[in-house]
């Protein structure tokens, strides 16, 4: 992967409401689009991750969708929770994995 | 499975001297590590990808001799930051992937927080 840009930065939600954060990617190479949480002081955990030949992929409460033509993939969180309540990083491999530059998610009870 | 150490999780040295970061996977074999730095509140730098055996393959902009990667076995790497300055101080973390689990896939490692007086 090359550079990947991610938005929001910062994303405040009330609790029970989706929350979707956004990655647009440059090298159409990419081929593999995880999706990793960082709580604070924490390690970086692997929460879902796509790969190219799919569109979609969901895990309870999270899911993960992929537009290849458009060279952007997204986040999407929904019924959120306070613990929910972290730092996301996109990113995508071709050769490399890049990530992007995170973006805070505050769920509010 | 997919376990990550790193030790230590926190040193203070002085300015000059050198420190060593273990990175160990515990339940696999980790054909490749990376090696990570991170800012407060900022996102992951990758300094550096080595294979088992080989020498590190540094990014643009990171001083081979003065952080030294060894990745002598399947399951340990080492990150040494030599003569350390204040400007070192920050959050390195590693990470593995390969064996069983694939090569995409990045497993982390907890960090280690590095503060040079």
């Known amino acids: 992967g090359e550079n990947v840009e991610q938005h929001p930065s910062t994303l405040s939600v009330q609790e029970g409401d989706s929350a979707v954060i956004k990655c647009t990617y440059s090298d159409s190479a990419s081929n593999y689009f995880p999706w990793y949480k960082q709580e604070l002081g924490k390690r970086p955990q692997l929460i879902i991750d796509?790969?190219?030949?799919?569109g979609e992929k969901k895990d309870q409460r999270i899911a993960v969708t992929l537009n290849k033509t458009a060279k952007h993939f997204s986040l999407h969180i929904t019924e959120t929770q306070p613990e929910d309540s972290a730092v996301y990083f996109c990113g995508n491999a071709g050769n490399m994995l890049t990530f992007g530059g995170g973006t805070r998610l505050m769920v509010k009870p | 499975g997919a376990v990550v150490s790193q030790h230590p999780s926190w040193v203070i040295c002085k300015s000059g001297t050198s420190v060593k970061i273990e990175c160990r996977s515990l339940?696999?074999?980790?054909?490749?590590m990376f090696w990570y730095r991170q800012f407060p509140k900022q996102s992951l730098m990758l300094m550096a990808t080595?294979?088992?055996?080989?020498?590190?393959?540094?990014e643009q902009g990171v001083e081979k001799d003065k952080f030294l990667i060894n990745h002598a076995s399947l399951t340990l790497s080492t990150l040494t930051v030599t003569s350390a300055h204040p400007e070192d101080s920050s959050f390195y973390i590693c990470?593995?992937?390969?064996?069983?689990?694939?090569?995409?896939?990045?497993?982390f490692g907890p960090g280690t927080r590095l503060t040079v007086l």
């Open positions: 796509i790969r190219s030949n799919v």
């Open positions: 990470s593995a992937s390969g064996g069983v689990l694939g090569t995409d896939t990045q497993y």
């Open positions: 339940d696999f074999q980790a054909t490749t």
């Open positions: 080595s294979n088992e055996g080989s020498k590190a393959t540094y």
